[in-house]
């Protein structure tokens, strides 16, 4: 079974920066993954950010990138607003399936 | 604006069916392909399956702990997708989503119990 791994947990500063990974049980995360990123609040439905690796919805602030850093998808949050707390999923395409990581609690603090 | 609601989530006793509706305005329902994920409480999302369009086939894909339970299905003329939920079990006790297939439009999801 594939696991997609996110970190649980992590906290950063208002205005710091911040990088979220997504790693795949299956090896490197390459762009044939298409990796896509998620951000939730509590009592909300998901509200996707990035696509394809790095590609941004129209909506989405300029302050998130994605990318792929050492074998991994990563989402960077620069100059973290107190409005960016909340959940992130990634997303990994395996063929016609679609596996999500189990998420990363971000807390601005 | 797109727009997508679910309908149809409630209590139902383990080995029970379930319909979920998902009603999409705002967009040309028939030329896209569809998907379902769920979120049970207080755990994270899961993909569910997706349909493609009627012009690809109508085919469908599961994930591993539904297929052979769940259906997915489109009526274009009504731009609704539909969830069929069989034989469901306790831990199919989820928030249903319906959405785009590249998961960029979502709806308010319906919640499905399944509880004796």
């Known amino acids: 079974q594939t696991v997609v791994t996110q970190e649980p947990s992590l906290t950063v500063s208002p205005g710091g920066t911040v990088t979220l990974t997504c790693a795949s049980s299956?090896?490197?995360?390459?762009?044939?993954?298409?990796p896509n990123w998620f951000q939730q609040k509590p009592g909300q439905a998901p509200r996707a950010l990035i696509y394809s690796t790095s590609n941004k919805h129209s909506w989405t602030p300029a302050r998130f990138s994605g990318s792929l850093l050492g074998g991994k998808a990563a989402l960077t949050l620069s100059g973290v607003q107190p409005e960016d707390e909340a959940e992130y999923y990634c997303l990994l395409y395996y063929g016609a399936a679609r596996v999500f990581g189990g998420g990363t609690k971000l807390t601005v603090l | 604006e797109v727009q997508l609601v679910e309908s149809g989530g409630g209590l139902v006793k383990p080995g029970r069916s379930l319909r979920l509706s998902c009603a999409a305005s705002?967009?040309?329902?028939?030329?896209?392909?569809m998907s379902w994920v769920r979120q049970a409480p207080g755990k994270g999302l899961e993909w569910v399956g997706r349909?493609?369009?009627?012009?690809?086939?109508?085919?469908?894909d599961y994930a591993a702990p539904v297929k052979g339970r769940f259906t997915i299905s489109r009526d274009d003329s009504k731009n609704t997708l539909y969830l069929q939920l069989n034989s469901l079990k306790t831990e199919d006790t989820a928030v249903y989503y319906c959405?785009?297939?590249?998961?960029?439009?979502w709806g308010q999801g319906s919640l499905v119990t399944v509880s004796s």
């Open positions: 959405t785009t297939d590249l998961l960029d439009y």
């Open positions: 349909i493609k369009s009627k012009t690809d086939g109508e085919t469908t």
């Open positions: 705002g967009f040309t329902f028939d030329n896209f392909w």
């Open positions: 299956t090896g490197a995360v390459t762009s044939g993954y298409h």
